[in-house]
C-alpha cells in the first residue's frame, strides 16, 4: 500500500467510528450472476467452422463463477435463454441430456428463461430438453391450449433469510419467426405478464430481479424491451436483458438496474445488492450495482476452462468435432468468394460471387423453383479450395433454416427485390465506395438467382431493381406466376408475417416445405452437403452466372484508387452502426481520404479528475481505449490537453491527481494547457505533473510578477513533428484564473492578453519553422444551436499565424469555425473527445483543418477498455474503497444543484446552514461554482461529499455590515460567468433586470428582522471567495478568522451526526419584490410590550390548502393548528412576513403571503 494512501486510512480510521451492526439490524450482500444467448458454446470451441475460440463458454464461465462463489455464497446463477442453439448444437437434441443442460446443472443455475431460439426446434422437443434441467424453468408469456404457462412465471429463492423472486419472460414476436411452433399456444406481452408477477410477489418477496428475454430497447413494440419494462415496474430492483446480443454493464430506467452479457457465454452480468434488515425484521434494498465479468478481458489473456467440466462435456465436443470434419468433398478453381478489394465491404455484398449462386443452385434444385434467394450470413463466410468438410458448408450457411417454396407474382417478386436492395445507401456525387444502410443488417440482404436485373444505386430505396429479365431475356410481366424458393425464417418473418410481410393479405401458397418433406435433412446446409455429395459426385468448381450487378455508381477512378489504398492500409476506416453490426454505413468521399491521410490532434480538456465511470463519464478506462484506438487508426495522432485535468473527483483529489497522470502518460499526451484549477493545490505541483506524465505545460501568457518573465515551469510553445507535418503549438491560460482558483495561490502571477502573447509566440513558432500553429488553451467557448461559437477563445481566431484553437474551460462541446479558423472544445470530464484533423491531399500537401468531436458518453456500449487505465483505475479504486464508501448518513430527497439555475438550491441552502451551525454564524455564503454535483436521494458516502466539495477550501467567519454583505451577494445574483451564490440565514429579494450594484431590493434576516444596512451581522464563507475568488469582494470584514475546517469535513461531520437529513426549500433568493411591512399608527406615547398591538386589524387567510398557524415566527417552530381557507382573526402584531394573531383563545403566528386584510363590513358580519 502507498505511504499516501496508508497516512490517510490511518487518519480516517482514527476520526470515523467503526459501523456495528446490533442484533435488531443486519446487513446481507447477495450477488446475482446471469448469462444469455450463450448459443451452445459449451467448450470453448466453435463447431462450425471447427477451430478453438476461446472468448467464451460455460466451461471458462464456472471457473468465474466458482470464484464468485466462494467470494459471496449468497449467490443465484441464472440463463436469459437462447442456449440450445447454434454451434452444432442441434447434434444433441436426441441426446440423454443436453451438453447445455448438463453445464448448466452442473454450474448450480437456479433458473432457466426461454429465448426465441428455444423455440426453433418445436415445443416437444424443447420439452423433452428443458426436463432434464435441476432447476426451474421459467416462461411465463407463453401459454398452451389450457391457458398454462410452459414455463413457470417465476422462482422465489431464499438467501440467509432474504426472499428473492426471479421473474422470466421471453420476447412476444416468437411467433414472427416460430409461428408453424406455436400453433395452439398464446403468446402475451411480457411486460404485463411481469406487471402480473410483480403484483402477485408484492409483501412475500425482498427483492425482484426480471429476466426478459429481449433488448435494452424497442424492436417492433408489444413489451420487447427491458426499458419499457422498467418503467411498467419500477419494484424491480434489476432487470438481466438479452436477445439483442448487446454488452451492457449497467444502464438505468429510473432506479432499475439494467444489464445485458453479450452472446455465446463471453461475459456474465453480476449484479450486487446490499440490503438491510431493520428492527422490525424487514429486509429493504440500500444499494444495487451491475458490472460485466468477461471470459476474454479486452486486451487480456481468456479464462482458462473449467477443468471438471470440460472432462464432463469433452464426449460431446468429439462428436460435434468428428461431425465437423467429415469430408463430404473438395472444391477446385478457386474459392467461392474473391477477396475483397477494399477491406470491410465484403465482395458478396456487392457483387455475385459463386458462393451465393451455389446455395441458390441448390435451392432451385430441391425445389424445381424458377426462382431463389439467398443471403450472406457473415462477412467471412466462404469455402477455400481444396477439401471440403462438413463445417465448410456451415461457414457459408450457419443457420438451422429449412426451405420453402412460394407461389409468387412477378409483382410480389419485384417488391421483394426492391426490399432486399433497400440494403443500399443512395449513391450521391462524389461518393467513392458503395454503402450499406446501418439500419438493415448484412443477412438482411438477398441476392437472387433464376432471374437477371441490376441494382441501381443512385435511384432512391423502392426503385432500384432495373432490367429484370429471366435468364432467357424474356421480361417479367407483373401478372407472370413464379416459384421462389426462400428460407423458412425469411418466409416467415419478411415475406408472410400476417402484420408486417411484404405479402400480408395476399394469399401468397407455401407450395413446398423441406422439412415437411425431409425433416432435419431438410436444412439447407445439408442440403449444400447432399448436392456436393449426390449430385457433383463431390466435386465442385467456382460457377459464377453474373446474373446481377450494381449500377448507377460512377465515380472518379483516380479518387476512389486513393481512397481505396488508405482503406486497405488501415489509415481510411469505413464507418460502422452504432451498434457495430453493420459495416460500411457510410460512404467514403475524396474529403474522407485527405483526412485520413492527414495528422490528428486529438484532444481533451477539463476532465477534472474523472477516474470513474459514472453517468456520462466514461473513466479513464475506457476514455484512455479511445484515445489508443484513434492512435492506432491513425499512427499520426498527437495527444494533448486543454488542463483542469486533476482537481475534481474524491480519488483524484485524495492522490493530487495521481491516477489522472498516469493515464495521460499512458496515453502519450504531448502537452497541456494551463487551466485555472491547476494552482488550486498551488503551483508546486504544475511541474512534478509534468515530469512524471511526460509532457509539457504550455503557457505563453503567465508571467512571474518578480521576474516580469515567463514562469519557468511552463513553456510558452512546442513544435511536434507527425507524418511529416511540424505542428506549432501555443499555450494560453485564461486570465479569469486570478479569481477562479484561490488567490493567493496566483497572487505572484500576471496573466497576460491571450491575444496579444498568442500572436506574438505563433509567429515565433513559425519562424522556428511550424507548418501549422494551433492555440492549446484554457479560454472558454460557446457553441448555439445554429453552429455559433462565441465566448473568450474566439479572440485569437484571425490572429496572424494562428490556425486553429483549441478550447475549454467551458465545459461545452465546441466543434466548428470562426472568421476561417477551427475551433474545438471537448465537453469536460471524459465525455467527448475533440479532435483537428490536418488533412493532406494524393500529393502530399496540406489542405486544411478540419475540427470534430465524438460524444463518446452518446456510444457507451462501443467504448473500448484500455487494459493500462484499468488496471491504474482498479488500483486507485481498491486503495480507496474503505475510505469513499462508508455511508455517512441517508437523505430522503435528491438535493439538486447547478450553479447556473436561479437561486439557491436545496443542496446550496444545507451546505450554507451547516457552514452556520458549524461557526455560529447567523448567515452562511458559498459560491454556486464551489458545489460541483447534486446528491441523489438515498446513502450519501464519503465519495459523493468529495464530488459535492473537491476542493478543500476552508470555512471563514467574520463580521460584516449589511451594506458589505449586499455588495457581497449582489455579486452572485444572475451572474452569468460564475453562477448564482448560496446562502442561508438571510431571505433576498432581487430584480434580476437591474443592473449589477441594484438587483437586491431588500434583505431579511431568518427571524423576519430587516437586514440594516448599518448594522454588523456575523457571516460565515469560504476562504476562495474570502480572498477574492470569482470576484467576491469582502473587503470590509472585520473580526475575519479562516478556522482552517474545510468545508467538505464539517458537512461530513454534520451527517455523521444526524444520520438523515430532510432539507425543506426556504426560498432564501426571492424574484420579486419584498411585502410590504405596515408600520401601526401609535396613539399612547409609551407601549411596554415587546410588540405594538394593531387595534381593530382583522385578516382572511387565503391559503386553499390551509395556513399553518405556529407558536412562533419560524417556519421550523411546532404548528398550534392549521387554519382554513377564509379563516377571519385578528392581528395583535405584524413583522416583514409574519402576523402575530389571537385565534380561539391561542396566540401564534401565521405567514403574511397567504393573507388578506378583511373589511369592517365582513368583521361586523362574523
Not at 417488391?415 to 432486399?420: A, I, L
Not at 485524495?654 to 493545490?681: C, I, Q, R
Not at 504550455?698 to 518573465?709: E, M, Q, W
Not at 451551525?917 to 459560491?927: E, L
Given at each position: 500500500?502507498?505511504?499516501?494512501?496508508?497516512?490517510?486510512?490511518?487518519?480516517?480510521?482514527?476520526?470515523?467510528?467503526?459501523?456495528?451492526?446490533?442484533?435488531?439490524?443486519?446487513?446481507?450482500?447477495?450477488?446475482?450472476?446471469?448469462?444469455?444467448?450463450?448459443?451452445?458454446?459449451?467448450?470453448?470451441?466453435?463447431?462450425?467452422?471447427?477451430?478453438?475460440?476461446?472468448?467464451?463458454?460455460?466451461?471458462?464461465l464456472?471457473?468465474?463463477?466458482?470464484?464468485?462463489?466462494k467470494?459471496?455464497?449468497?449467490?443465484?446463477?441464472?440463463?436469459?435463454?437462447?442456449?440450445?442453439?447454434?454451434?452444432?448444437?442441434?447434434?444433441?437434441?436426441?441426446?440423454?441430456?443436453?451438453?447445455?443442460?448438463?453445464?448448466?446443472?452442473?454450474m448450480?443455475?437456479?433458473?432457466?428463461?426461454?429465448?426465441?431460439?428455444e423455440?426453433?426446434?418445436g415445443?416437444?422437443?424443447?420439452?423433452?430438453?428443458?426436463?432434464?434441467?435441476?432447476?426451474?424453468?421459467?416462461?411465463?408469456?407463453?401459454?398452451?391450449?389450457a391457458?398454462?404457462?410452459?414455463?413457470?412465471?417465476y422462482?422465489?429463492?431464499?438467501?440467509?433469510?432474504?426472499?428473492?423472486?426471479?421473474?422470466?419472460?421471453?420476447?412476444?414476436?416468437?411467433?414472427?419467426?416460430?409461428?408453424?411452433?406455436?400453433v395452439g399456444?398464446?403468446v402475451?406481452?411480457?411486460?404485463?405478464?411481469?406487471?402480473?408477477?410483480?403484483?402477485?410477489?408484492?409483501?412475500?418477496?425482498?427483492?425482484?430481479?426480471?429476466?426478459?428475454?429481449?433488448?435494452?430497447?424497442?424492436?417492433?413494440g408489444?413489451?420487447?424491451?427491458?426499458?419499457?419494462?422498467?418503467?411498467?415496474?419500477?419494484?424491480?430492483?434489476?432487470?438481466?436483458?438479452?436477445?439483442?446480443?448487446s454488452?451492457i454493464?449497467?444502464?438505468?430506467e429510473?432506479n432499475?438496474?439494467?444489464?445485458?452479457?453479450?452472446?455465446?457465454?463471453?461475459q456474465?452480468?453480476?449484479?450486487?445488492v446490499?440490503?438491510t434488515k431493520?428492527?422490525?425484521?424487514?429486509?429493504?434494498?440500500?444499494?444495487?450495482k451491475s458490472?460485466?465479468?468477461y471470459?476474454?478481458?479486452?486486451?487480456?489473456?481468456?479464462?482458462?476452462?473449467?477443468?471438471?467440466?470440460s472432462?464432463?462435456?469433452?464426449?460431446?465436443?468429439?462428436?460435434?468435432?468428428?461431425?465437423?470434419?467429415?469430408?463430404i468433398?473438395?472444391?477446385?478453381?478457386?474459392?467461392?468468394?474473391?477477396?475483397?478489394?477494399?477491406?470491410?465491404?465484403?465482395?458478396?455484398?456487392?457483387?455475385?460471387?459463386?458462393m451465393?449462386?451455389?446455395?441458390?443452385?441448390?435451392?432451385?434444385?430441391?425445389?424445381?423453383a424458377?426462382?431463389?434467394?439467398?443471403?450472406?450470413?457473415?462477412?467471412?463466410?466462404?469455402?477455400?479450395?481444396?477439401?471440403?468438410?462438413?463445417?465448410?458448408?456451415?461457414?457459408?450457411?450457419?443457420?438451422?433454416?429449412?426451405l420453402?417454396?412460394?407461389?409468387?407474382?412477378?409483382?410480389?417478386?419485384?417488391?421483394?427485390?426492391?426490399?432486399?436492395a433497400?440494403?443500399?445507401?443512395?449513391?450521391?456525387?462524389?461518393d467513392?465506395?458503395?454503402?450499406?444502410?446501418?439500419?438493415?443488417?448484412?443477412y438482411?440482404?438477398d441476392?437472387?438467382?433464376g432471374v437477371?436485373?441490376?441494382?441501381d444505386?443512385?435511384?432512391?430505396?423502392?426503385?432500384?431493381?432495373?432490367?429484370?429479365?429471366?435468364?432467357?431475356?424474356?421480361?417479367?410481366?407483373?401478372?407472370?406466376?413464379?416459384?421462389?424458393?426462400?428460407?423458412?425464417?425469411?418466409?416467415?418473418?419478411t415475406?408472410?408475417?400476417?402484420?408486417?410481410?411484404?405479402?400480408k393479405?395476399?394469399?401468397?401458397?407455401?407450395?413446398?416445405?423441406?422439412?415437411?418433406?425431409?425433416?432435419?435433412?431438410?436444412?439447407?446446409?445439408?442440403?449444400?452437403?447432399?448436392?456436393?455429395?449426390e449430385?457433383?459426385?463431390?466435386?465442385?468448381t467456382?460457377?459464377?452466372?453474373?446474373?446481377?450487378k450494381?449500377?448507377?455508381n460512377?465515380?472518379?477512378?483516380?479518387?476512389?484508387?486513393?481512397?481505396?489504398?488508405?482503406?486497405?492500409?488501415?489509415?481510411?476506416?469505413?464507418?460502422t452502426?452504432?451498434?457495430?453490426?453493420?459495416?460500411?454505413?457510410?460512404?467514403v468521399?475524396?474529403?474522407?481520404?485527405i483526412?485520413?491521410?492527414?495528422?490528428n490532434?486529438?484532444?481533451?480538456?477539463?476532465?477534472?479528475?474523472?477516474?470513474?465511470?459514472?453517468g456520462?463519464?466514461?473513466?479513464?478506462?475506457?476514455?484512455?481505449?479511445?484515445?489508443?484506438?484513434?492512435?492506432?487508426?491513425?499512427?499520426?495522432?498527437?495527444?494533448?490537453?486543454?488542463?483542469?485535468?486533476?482537481?475534481?473527483?474524491?480519488?483524484?483529489?485524495?492522490?493530487?491527481?495521481?491516477?489522472?497522470?498516469?493515464?495521460?502518460?499512458?496515453?502519450?499526451?504531448v502537452?497541456?494547457?494551463?487551466?485555472n484549477?491547476e494552482?488550486?493545490?498551488?503551483?508546486?505541483?504544475?511541474?512534478?505533473?509534468?515530469?512524471?506524465?511526460?509532457y509539457?505545460f504550455?503557457?505563453?501568457?503567465?508571467?512571474?510578477?518578480?521576474?516580469?518573465?515567463?514562469?519557468?515551469?511552463?513553456?510558452?510553445?512546442?513544435?511536434?513533428?507527425?507524418?511529416?507535418?511540424?505542428?506549432?503549438?501555443?499555450?494560453?491560460?485564461t486570465?479569469?484564473?486570478?479569481?477562479?482558483t484561490?488567490?493567493?495561490?496566483?497572487?505572484n502571477?500576471?496573466?497576460?492578453?491571450?491575444a496579444?502573447?498568442?500572436?506574438?509566440?505563433?509567429?515565433?513558432?513559425?519562424?522556428?519553422?511550424?507548418?501549422?500553429v494551433?492555440?492549446?488553451?484554457?479560454?472558454?467557448?460557446?457553441?448555439?444551436?445554429?453552429?455559433?461559437?462565441?465566448?473568450?477563445?474566439?479572440?485569437?481566431?484571425?490572429?496572424?499565424?494562428?490556425?486553429?484553437?483549441i478550447?475549454a474551460?467551458?465545459?461545452?462541446?465546441?466543434?466548428?469555425?470562426?472568421?476561417?479558423?477551427?475551433?474545438?472544445?471537448?465537453?469536460?470530464?471524459g465525455?467527448?473527445?475533440?479532435?483537428?484533423?490536418?488533412?493532406?491531399?494524393?500529393s502530399?500537401?496540406l489542405?486544411?483543418?478540419?475540427?470534430?468531436?465524438?460524444?463518446?458518453?452518446?456510444?457507451?456500449?462501443?467504448?473500448?477498455?484500455?487494459?493500462?487505465?484499468?488496471?491504474?483505475?482498479?488500483?486507485?479504486?481498491?486503495?480507496?474503497?474503505?475510505?469513499?464508501g462508508?455511508v455517512?448518513?441517508?437523505?430522503?430527497?435528491?438535493?439538486?444543484?447547478d450553479?447556473?439555475a436561479?437561486?439557491?438550491?436545496l443542496l446550496g441552502?444545507?451546505?450554507?446552514?451547516?457552514?452556520?451551525?458549524?461557526t455560529?454564524?447567523q448567515?452562511?455564503?458559498?459560491?454556486?461554482?464551489?458545489?460541483?454535483?447534486?446528491?441523489?436521494?438515498?446513502?450519501?458516502?464519503?465519495?459523493?461529499?468529495?464530488?459535492?466539495?473537491?476542493?478543500d477550501?476552508?470555512?471563514?467567519?467574520?463580521?460584516?455590515?449589511?451594506?458589505?454583505?449586499?455588495?457581497?451577494i449582489?455579486?452572485?445574483?444572475?451572474?452569468?460567468?460564475?453562477?448564482?451564490?448560496?446562502?442561508?440565514?438571510?431571505?433576498?429579494?432581487?430584480?434580476?433586470?437591474?443592473?449589477?450594484?441594484?438587483?437586491?431590493?431588500?434583505?431579511?434576516l431568518?427571524?423576519?428582522?430587516?437586514?440594516?444596512?448599518?448594522k454588523?451581522?456575523?457571516?460565515?464563507?469560504?476562504?476562495?471567495?474570502?480572498?477574492?475568488?470569482?470576484?467576491?469582494?469582502?473587503?470590509?470584514?472585520?473580526?475575519?478568522?479562516?478556522?482552517?475546517?474545510p468545508?467538505?469535513?464539517a458537512?461530513?461531520?454534520?451527517?455523521?451526526?444526524?444520520?438523515?437529513?430532510?432539507?425543506?426549500?426556504?426560498?432564501?433568493?426571492?424574484s420579486?419584490?419584498a411585502?410590504?411591512?405596515?408600520?401601526?399608527?401609535?396613539?399612547?406615547?409609551?407601549?411596554?410590550?415587546?410588540?405594538?398591538?394593531?387595534?381593530?386589524?382583522?385578516?382572511?387567510?387565503?391559503?386553499?390548502?390551509?395556513?399553518?398557524?405556529?407558536?412562533?415566527?419560524?417556519?421550523?417552530?411546532?404548528?398550534?393548528?392549521?387554519?382554513?381557507?377564509?379563516?377571519?382573526?385578528?392581528?395583535?402584531?405584524?413583522?416583514?412576513?409574519?402576523y402575530k394573531?389571537n385565534?380561539?383563545g391561542?396566540?401564534?403566528?401565521?405567514?403574511?403571503?397567504?393573507?388578506?386584510?378583511?373589511?369592517?363590513?365582513?368583521?361586523?358580519?362574523?
Amino acid at each position: 500500500m502507498t505511504s499516501w494512501l496508508l497516512t490517510l486510512m490511518m487518519v480516517f480510521t482514527l476520526v470515523q467510528p467503526v459501523n456495528v451492526f446490533g442484533a435488531e439490524s443486519k446487513e446481507i450482500n447477495l450477488q446475482i450472476l446471469a448469462t444469455s444467448d450463450m448459443h451452445g458454446r459449451f467448450l470453448p470451441y466453435d463447431y462450425a467452422i471447427n477451430a478453438p475460440d476461446t472468448s467464451g463458454s460455460m466451461a471458462q464461465l464456472q471457473t468465474i463463477v466458482k470464484e464468485l462463489k466462494k467470494a459471496n455464497p449468497n449467490t443465484i446463477l441464472v440463463d436469459n435463454g437462447d442456449s440450445i442453439q447454434d454451434n452444432s448444437s442441434s447434434l444433441f437434441n436426441n441426446d440423454a441430456i443436453h451438453p447445455m443442460v448438463l453445464a448448466m446443472n452442473e454450474m448450480g443455475y437456479d433458473t432457466w428463461s426461454m429465448g426465441n431460439h428455444e423455440f426453433n426446434y418445436g415445443i416437444p422437443t424443447l420439452q423433452k430438453i428443458s426436463s432434464k434441467f435441476t432447476g426451474t424453468v421459467l416462461c411465463g408469456n407463453v401459454f398452451d391450449k389450457a391457458g398454462k404457462s410452459i414455463g413457470k412465471p417465476y422462482k422465489i429463492i431464499e438467501k440467509d433469510g432474504v426472499k428473492i423472486a426471479i421473474i422470466g419472460m421471453v420476447t412476444p414476436h416468437i411467433t414472427k419467426w416460430d409461428g408453424p411452433n406455436l400453433v395452439g399456444y398464446t403468446v402475451t406481452n411480457p411486460v404485463v405478464e411481469t406487471r402480473k408477477a410483480v403484483d402477485e410477489l408484492k409483501g412475500k418477496v425482498d427483492v425482484m430481479i426480471a429476466t426478459m428475454h429481449a433488448g435494452e430497447n424497442a424492436e417492433y413494440g408489444n413489451g420487447d424491451s427491458a426499458r419499457e419494462l422498467a418503467k411498467a415496474c419500477p419494484e424491480l430492483t434489476a432487470i438481466v436483458a438479452g436477445h439483442a446480443h448487446s454488452t451492457i454493464a449497467q444502464v438505468k430506467e429510473g432506479n432499475v438496474i439494467i444489464t445485458e452479457p453479450n452472446k455465446g457465454a463471453s461475459q456474465l452480468s453480476k449484479i450486487d445488492v446490499k440490503l438491510t434488515k431493520n428492527a422490525a425484521g424487514k429486509y429493504s434494498v440500500v444499494d444495487a450495482k451491475s458490472d460485466l465479468v468477461y471470459a476474454m478481458p479486452k486486451g487480456g489473456k481468456a479464462v482458462i476452462a473449467d477443468a471438471d467440466l470440460s472432462a464432463k462435456l469433452q464426449s460431446y465436443s468429439t462428436t460435434a468435432i468428428a461431425d465437423a470434419n467429415v469430408v463430404i468433398g473438395e472444391l477446385k478453381g478457386g474459392d467461392l468468394v474473391p477477396a475483397s478489394e477494399i477491406k470491410g465491404i465484403p465482395t458478396a455484398q456487392v457483387k455475385d460471387t459463386a458462393m451465393i449462386d451455389l446455395i441458390n443452385k441448390v435451392q432451385m434444385f430441391y425445389t424445381k423453383a424458377d426462382v431463389a434467394a439467398a443471403a450472406s450470413f457473415s462477412t467471412t463466410a466462404n469455402i477455400k479450395e481444396g477439401k471440403i468438410i462438413k463445417a465448410g458448408t456451415a461457414s457459408i450457411y450457419k443457420f438451422d433454416n429449412t426451405l420453402v417454396t412460394l407461389k409468387v407474382t412477378g409483382a410480389q417478386l419485384k417488391k421483394y427485390m426492391e426490399w432486399s436492395a433497400s440494403y443500399y445507401n443512395t449513391f450521391k456525387s462524389g461518393d467513392l465506395t458503395v454503402s450499406f444502410n446501418e439500419k438493415i443488417r448484412d443477412y438482411n440482404y438477398d441476392m437472387f438467382s433464376g432471374v437477371k436485373y441490376d441494382v441501381d444505386v443512385s435511384k432512391e430505396a423502392g426503385k432500384r431493381i432495373v432490367n429484370l429479365t429471366k435468364t432467357d431475356g424474356t421480361q417479367i410481366k407483373d401478372t407472370d406466376v413464379l416459384k421462389l424458393a426462400v428460407n423458412n425464417y425469411r418466409a416467415s418473418t419478411t415475406l408472410l408475417n400476417g402484420e408486417s410481410g411484404l405479402f400480408k393479405g395476399e394469399g401468397v401458397e407455401i407450395v413446398y416445405d423441406s422439412f415437411k418433406a425431409m425433416g432435419d435433412d431438410g436444412r439447407i446446409r445439408d442440403l449444400i452437403r447432399k448436392y456436393i455429395i449426390e449430385e457433383k459426385k463431390g466435386v465442385i468448381t467456382p460457377e459464377l452466372d453474373n446474373n446481377w450487378k450494381i449500377i448507377g455508381n460512377g465515380m472518379d477512378a483516380t479518387k476512389a484508387t486513393f481512397a481505396a489504398k488508405l482503406i486497405n492500409n488501415g489509415k481510411l476506416q469505413l464507418p460502422t452502426s452504432e451498434d457495430g453490426r453493420t459495416p460500411n454505413v457510410k460512404s467514403v468521399t475524396y474529403d474522407d481520404a485527405i483526412v485520413a491521410n492527414g495528422v490528428n490532434i486529438v484532444t481533451f480538456n477539463d476532465f477534472h479528475g474523472a477516474v470513474a465511470a459514472d453517468g456520462k463519464n466514461s473513466g479513464i478506462a475506457k476514455f484512455a481505449g479511445e484515445i489508443n484506438k484513434v492512435k492506432t487508426q491513425n499512427p499520426n495522432t498527437i495527444v494533448v490537453s486543454g488542463g483542469d485535468n486533476f482537481q475534481g473527483s474524491a480519488m483524484s483529489n485524495l492522490t493530487y491527481g495521481a491516477p489522472v497522470n498516469e493515464m495521460m502518460k499512458s496515453v502519450g499526451v504531448v502537452a497541456s494547457a494551463v487551466g485555472n484549477h491547476e494552482f488550486d493545490w498551488g503551483t508546486d505541483r504544475i511541474a512534478k505533473w509534468a515530469q512524471d506524465g511526460g509532457y509539457k505545460f504550455l503557457a505563453s501568457n503567465i508571467y512571474d510578477k518578480t521576474t516580469g518573465k515567463p514562469v519557468t515551469w511552463a513553456e510558452p510553445y512546442m513544435i511536434v513533428e507527425k507524418g511529416g507535418v511540424k505542428i506549432g503549438l501555443v499555450g494560453i491560460a485564461t486570465p479569469e484564473t486570478e479569481f477562479k482558483t484561490k488567490p493567493e495561490n496566483v497572487k505572484n502571477l500576471e496573466f497576460k492578453d491571450p491575444a496579444t502573447s498568442a500572436k506574438e509566440w505563433a509567429k515565433v513558432a513559425k519562424d522556428k519553422g511550424a507548418d501549422v500553429v494551433i492555440a492549446l488553451t484554457h479560454l472558454g467557448a460557446f457553441q448555439d444551436k445554429d453552429g455559433k461559437i462565441t465566448g473568450e477563445a474566439t479572440a485569437l481566431c484571425g490572429l496572424p499565424n494562428i490556425d486553429a484553437v483549441i478550447s475549454a474551460h467551458t465545459h461545452q462541446p465546441v466543434s466548428g469555425m470562426v472568421n476561417g479558423i477551427p475551433v474545438v472544445q471537448a465537453y469536460y470530464s471524459g465525455r467527448t473527445l475533440g479532435r483537428l484533423t490536418i488533412k493532406i491531399d494524393a500529393s502530399g500537401k496540406l489542405a486544411g483543418i478540419v475540427p470534430s468531436i465524438d460524444n463518446l458518453y452518446s456510444r457507451p456500449t462501443t467504448l473500448v477498455e484500455d487494459a493500462t487505465a484499468k488496471a491504474i483505475a482498479d488500483k486507485y479504486t481498491k486503495d480507496l474503497q474503505p475510505i469513499l464508501g462508508e455511508v455517512l448518513a441517508k437523505t430522503d430527497k435528491e438535493l439538486p444543484h447547478d450553479r447556473y439555475a436561479q437561486g439557491t438550491s436545496l443542496l446550496g441552502q444545507w451546505t450554507t446552514d451547516v457552514m452556520r451551525k458549524v461557526t455560529g454564524t447567523q448567515i452562511g455564503i458559498t459560491n454556486g461554482g464551489g458545489l460541483r454535483v447534486p446528491v441523489a436521494a438515498g446513502n450519501i458516502t464519503m465519495g459523493n461529499m468529495y464530488e459535492v466539495m473537491p476542493f478543500d477550501n476552508t470555512l471563514v467567519k467574520m463580521e460584516l455590515k449589511g451594506s458589505d454583505l449586499k455588495r457581497v451577494i449582489e455579486n452572485g445574483i444572475d451572474n452569468k460567468d460564475i453562477g448564482w451564490v448560496q446562502v442561508g440565514g438571510v431571505k433576498v429579494y432581487y430584480n434580476e433586470k437591474a443592473e449589477f450594484g441594484k438587483k437586491i431590493t431588500a434583505m431579511f434576516l431568518e427571524n423576519g428582522t430587516p437586514v440594516d444596512m448599518n448594522k454588523t451581522y456575523t457571516v460565515v464563507t469560504n476562504d476562495f471567495m474570502f480572498t477574492g475568488g470569482d470576484k467576491y469582494d469582502f473587503k470590509g470584514a472585520i473580526n475575519a478568522v479562516d478556522t482552517m475546517t474545510p468545508i467538505r469535513e464539517a458537512l461530513v461531520t454534520e451527517l455523521k451526526k444526524v444520520k438523515a437529513i430532510s432539507v425543506k426549500n426556504n426560498n432564501n433568493l426571492v424574484s420579486g419584490t419584498a411585502p410590504v411591512v405596515t408600520k401601526p399608527v401609535v396613539t399612547k406615547p409609551v407601549v411596554t410590550k415587546p410588540a405594538l398591538p394593531i387595534k381593530g386589524k382583522y385578516v382572511i387567510t387565503t391559503a386553499k390548502s390551509g395556513l399553518n398557524f405556529r407558536v412562533a415566527a419560524s417556519a421550523s417552530s411546532k404548528k398550534l393548528g392549521v387554519l382554513k381557507y377564509g379563516t377571519v382573526v385578528q392581528v395583535v402584531s405584524e413583522t416583514a412576513i409574519w402576523y402575530k394573531i389571537n385565534y380561539n383563545g391561542k396566540v401564534g403566528y401565521i405567514y403574511k403571503s397567504y393573507t388578506k386584510v378583511a373589511s369592517a363590513k365582513l368583521v361586523t358580519a362574523a
